[in-house]
């Protein structure tokens, strides 16, 4: 089972922020988080990942609470083409990729 | 740098027939992973390869499924004989380490549609 808990959709208008939630009450001293994203009709896209310290990439920001129980995916300005499904996953080494159902985000023209 | 690639994109085939997938992942990258997700349902995780030798074959759903890495450079996963519920899609990964900070990066995934 996925260790990670998401709302199953959010809608964002183009050029707003979205701020992505993500649950993980249960997550340990080494777990990474990762977020990945699947646009529609292609693989999982890795987006961004981090441990304890916030993370900022060209594609967007990642905000961890200071207990690491959950972490926010923040995308500064959405576009069209961010329209998808939104991953949220916890990672140790040796452990295999648990995926959960995601949120899909609709971007609104 | 070219990405993890799969072969065929779709394919269609009849219940019972047999069907090759094959997934070349990026060069240099030890670690290779197989999934897919069924209709309606979540992705999950079939099996994991270091180099050749299989890592984890946990979620392989049956012994219908054979999946082999010879020389550690590209992977197949065969079907057979394929059942209805076998339809779906078959996405590869690959990564350099299985470190938890890895990044593991997929391809663009095999339609598989089973009559």
């Known amino acids: 089972d996925a260790k990670t808990t998401q709302p199953n959709s959010m809608e964002s208008n183009e050029e707003e922020p979205v701020h992505l939630p993500c649950n993980h009450s249960t997550i340990s001293g080494t777990d990474y988080i990762h977020w990945y994203r699947q646009l529609p009709s292609q693989g999982p896209e890795y987006v961004i990942h981090?441990?304890?310290s916030n993370v900022n990439n060209r594609m967007a920001s990642l905000a961890i609470a200071e207990d690491r129980k959950s972490s926010t995916l923040i995308l500064h300005r959405a576009t069209l083409r961010d329209a998808a499904v939104y991953y949220c996953i916890l990672r140790t080494s040796y452990d295999k990729v648990i995926f959960g159902p995601g949120t899909s985000l609709s971007v609104i023209p | 740098e070219a990405g993890v690639t799969q072969f065929p994109s779709h394919s269609v085939i009849e219940k019972g027939q047999t069907v090759t997938l094959r997934c070349d992942p990026i060069?240099?990258?030890?670690?290779l992973y197989w999934y897919r997700r069924v209709m309606g349902k979540e992705i999950k995780f079939l099996l994991h390869f270091v180099k050749e030798s299989k890592q984890d074959e946990s979620g392989m759903p049956n012994n219908r499924f054979l999946a082999e890495r010879t020389g550690g450079t590209y992977s197949t996963l065969k079907v057979q004989p394929a059942e209805l519920e076998d339809s779906g899609v078959y996405f590869c990964?690959?990564?350099?380490?299985?470190?938890?900070?890895?990044?593991?990066?997929f391809g663009p995934g095999t339609r598989l549609l089973v009559l």
């Open positions: 981090g441990l304890t």
């Open positions: 060069s240099g990258h030890d670690n």
């Open positions: 990964a690959s990564s350099q380490s299985r470190a938890g900070q890895e990044t593991q990066y």
